[in-house]
């Protein structure tokens, strides 16, 4: 009896916690209000979702509709998590008649309620939720569950492949949190929602001891989660910008291969070779690279070559990301000023900031990648 007292106990506090969250991000002040409102939203389904561990059975008897509505809200959480996924990554992201797509679940779902459950007398609904675990019905909201589980995870990773992608084309800023955010909470999230398909499975199993204990260990994950989300939603509002979704990956803007004259593709690889060159000797002379903040757009604004054009040219005749190619320089500065004796003095906080970055962490981790060493092994080397 007190291991389900402890399991409700930490279903009521999660979804507390859950809707505190959700009310704050609907009615604070933001920029990014269709992110924050779809997570709200995220938050109350789950939270709706979650309660029915501590719902009183007397509540249940007397308001059997609602609870077999409140079963079909679980089907609502992962597609409002993908388009919350959606609007942080991509700033332009807006809500179209195309994403009604994602509630298809939902009125299937409940169309089959309706068709067996909605309309049953009161025994006949009592009778159905006493052997509910043997139902049709139960069978059925299950493998919906389990489908969205697979189909979602995946939809969700390739966003974020393709944010990161288009993140290190356009982008030297070598902070990349919200990529960081959003992989962490969805590798929890669907770590949560497989387990949550063993429990079920277990549910099947007539141990009544091992699926109350798998109940109360996953639903301690979830609390711990919870409160996950809200400390990072309150140390870290800048997890709220996102990228224009309109750009391309240098792949997709490559042109189509086609039979050229040979003296045409001399020139074309001359041309290449050219717009190499002007690219390395405007870096090294101007040092664009000081700039925190730089874009392969500005980038080509102050060289004055097609946004289009540049971005072939680094990632693919030069083969490398344009947030690898501008770190490689801030690296090659930082080199050099770690080896300069007179420049001794200088903290390696100061240089880093001094040659582009911004982030600690992300310099060491840089600086490790291209000498194999950390600055100040380096410095002591020189």
Not at 91 to 110: A, E, G, Q, Y
Not at 169 to 175: K, T, V, W
Not at 325 to 345: C, G, H, P, T, W
Request: proline fraction near 2%.
């Amino acid at each position: 009896m007190d291991i389900i007292s402890f399991l409700t106990g930490m279903a009521r506090i999660s979804v507390f916690v859950s809707l505190l969250l959700a009310f704050f991000l609907l009615t604070v002040k933001t920029k990014n209000k269709l992110a924050n409102s779809l997570f709200a939203f995220y938050l109350i389904f789950f939270a709706i979702d979650n309660s029915g561990i501590f719902i009183d059975d007397g509540f249940i008897i007397a308001h059997f509709n609602l609870e077999f509505f409140r079963w079909s809200i679980c089907v609502l959480i992962l597609p409002a998590f993908y388009l919350y996924v959606l609007s942080v990554c991509f700033t332009d992201f807006r809500l179209k008649t195309k994403h009604l797509f994602h509630v298809i679940p939902f009125i299937i779902t409940n169309t089959v309620f309706i068709l067996r459950l909605y309309f049953l007398n009161d025994v006949e609904k009592k009778m159905f939720y006493n052997h509910r675990d043997q139902s049709f019905e139960m069978y059925f909201l299950f493998l919906v569950l389990g489908i969205q589980t697979v189909l979602y995870s995946i939809g969700v990773f390739l966003v974020l492949k393709r944010y990161r992608e288009i993140y290190q084309e356009n982008y030297a800023n070598p902070r990349i949190s919200i990529f960081k955010w959003l992989f962490q909470i969805a590798i929890v999230l669907f770590v949560l929602y497989y387990l949550s398909i063993v429990k079920n499975i277990v549910r099947y199993a007539d141990l009544d001891f091992l699926w109350i204990w798998s109940n109360t260990i996953l639903q301690f994950f979830v609390l711990v989660v919870t409160c996950w989300f809200v400390l990072k939603a309150l140390n870290y509002p800048e997890l709220f910008r996102g990228l224009d979704s309109k750009l391309q990956l240098a792949r997709d803007i490559l042109p189509k291969e086609n039979k050229n004259s040979i003296e045409t593709k001399d020139y074309q690889n001359e041309l290449i070779k050219t717009q190499i060159l002007t690219l390395k000797q405007y870096m090294a002379e101007k040092e664009p690279f000081l700039d925190p903040s730089l874009t392969i757009q500005e980038l080509a604004n102050q060289i004055d070559i097609p946004v289009r054009d540049l971005s072939v040219l680094i990632n693919h005749h030069m083969d490398q990301h344009f947030f690898d190619f501008v770190n490689e320089y801030r690296i090659q500065k930082a080199m050099n000023i770690l080896k300069d004796k007179s420049k001794s003095q200088l903290t390696v906080l100061e240089i880093l900031y001094e040659v582009g970055f911004n982030s600690k962490s992300s310099f060491n981790t840089s600086f490790k990648k291209y000498t194999n060493l950390t600055p100040t092994a380096y410095r002591n080397a020189s």
